[in-house]
């Protein structure tokens, strides 16, 4: 079965494609007896104008793509249902790109959403979170954003004048540390992502600012930085705890990491928050499964991947929105925190 | 500035569109002369041929879509990680379409992906686990197949004839059960989810059979059927432990419900696996992060995303692939389950 393309309809009634276009879009005007030309051949092969024919035509394809690093973490598919649930009420559907933190499979979903010719792009995770973008890396972002509009989450590249949005990391490591201040606790470490990721880094310079205030150093031994997984956290705890002086509260630099803290506390006989009290961050769902249930400091996720669709829709309509919207983190208290006892 | 399209191209080369995409796809001969004429204005005017204009004349997107129910339930997470990383190696870009298990919204997206002429749909979840899918659910799958291949995972419409692949969910079941059996559990329960879906009552019924062949009764008061998440798993266990007579260990119908009840048994102040034994299913990400770490069965999760997209491939490449594929599931023993013990 052939199918009928916009090609066909303007052969059929003796007229340019780009009259077709016209009437189909309604663009244009087109003189009336043209007009009943065309219309008489569409419906004499009941021809439907596909979303791709029409996009084309219209510059745009109604789809947005956000790239992010690693969907198997809960974090993300929280943005993702905020994001989506934006994105469907203004008639987007989503690509979804997995890159497992790979620069250059980044790089390489760039190039496919500027051929398959996006409306827009969320960018999370990666080089956004590098400390130190290479400028390369850094630059193919911002000159794919001169043809699609991008929105970063919770990251940046300085610099580069992009749409950004996120949460206040500094702000949410300084609540967290005030929170185990309250509580009693002055010996405090750090388990962290890794080391060159402004994720960590953001967060032990607030921790130690925070610290200082109180007179407090945050120790070199307690500050332990590695992979960002359940796995990696438990590793790190693991180190954290085979030393002489251990803390008696530790902060993590996502839920992930607290979880597998929490692991390696219980594997070495210590109970939670009696004797240590361990705090998460991004209140991704994990943190009600575990036991006890973690406390932690909430990103806003679903609220952040709706305001990255609105803000990225703004730019798309060819408006021009804030440069930046900054989310309050907020602190979530469960039960992997306690007062601090003298054991 | 404007944009340089075929249009133009055929215009200066004084040719039909037809013609140009000749060229460009390199799909049928051209006389030379010609084929130089379309060079040097594709040369002159520095017109790169984009994605969507290719595809259109190619009819392929480059593009499949994924269904899904919940994206935030970390079983489907992984299942997209498979199947993307085949995607991915085959040129393929993901749509996807997150429906909150809403039959309307699945129909919603069916239409938007015909829309966008996607390649093929992978469709997980949602009618495709009714018991008794609703003969116009069923049918509006049917049709688009018609025109679109689709793969169903972990699913089925019965007499549709739709390429599918799963797990054996009847074998993982009693796989689990024979587990629980062979640690001396002779009174055990089940808790569910949605009590008309397939994954539910398939469950069900092979834990009946495989109990009845050592003369045990599966008691109703023991079966609790409700939600698919943590917070339905803990009330359903809630449930099940505020009666008389309680179960020595339970089976569960994923990992959340899983982690629900172990939740709800330390409430009760019971320990795992020394006062009662807890199954999960799925083996996803969730199953290590708990403490204890959660006896469940693999459902292959990685490898059924991939064998998904190396199906849909073959579909629309025009093979012919085989119409089913079974997937073994197995046991993965981990900390939650135990020995009876008469208490």
New interface residues.
Partial sequence: MK?ITI?DIAEEANVS??TVSRVLNDTAPVKASTREKILKAIEKHQFQP????R??LK?E???IAMILPD??N?FF??V??GA?NVARSKGY??????TAGDYSRESE?LS??R???VDGIIFLGGRINLSNCPPELSQEVIEMAMRVPIVLVNGNLPKSGLHRIYTDEAEGATIATQHLIDLGHRDIGFIGGLDYTSTTLVKVKAIKKKLKEYGIDLKKEWIQSGEFS?QGGRDLMNKMLNQVRRPSAVLCVND?TA?GA??AA?EHGLRIPEDISIVGFDDS??S????PELTTISQNTNQLGELAVEMLDQIINGNNPKKQIVLKPYLVMRQSTGPFKKI
Same sequence: chains 1, 2.
């Fill in positions: 199918t090609y494609v780009s596909n979303a791709l024919a996009s084309l510059k394809t109604g789809t969907i198997t809960p598919p929280e993702f249902w989506e559907t989503f690509f979804l790109c997995n979903y496919i959403l051929e398959k010719r359940v992930f979880i929490i692991k219980f769902p994990l009600t499964a575990v036991i």
